[in-house]
């Protein structure tokens, strides 16, 4: 049961993280704009992410074959990388870099959770006292 809590309360973190940005990126908030623009990206591009996001965490959620969550998986875990590797490439301080890293961090740990629950393996083994 706790492995069970642990994987929705990760999966839900993870959720919230993409679902905000995505709303940031595609509602064009002026601060994703600006952030868009300083890394060099095209503004065409944070589209893409926003709805790419939005499509992974709809992954994540609804029964979908287990390829398609595998590849929301990595394509938030190439997100989650480039977003860190792009703030430290453009010399943006150590700290922009954290937040990436962390929720990179939670989506591997859910989806280690998701493994585990999916193979049926439960966070505590139980030891069986010997001759029994």
Known sequence: MKLKVAYWV???LVSLSASVSAFLYLSAAPNMVLAFEHLGYPDYFRNMLGIAKLLGV?????????TLREWAYAGFVIDFIAAAVSHIAMGDPVGTAVAPVVVLTLALTSHQLWHRLSAGVEATPVAHPVGA
């Open 58 to 66: 709809v992954a994540l959620w609804a029964p979908v074959p287990r």
């Open 10 to 12: 990760v999966t839900g």
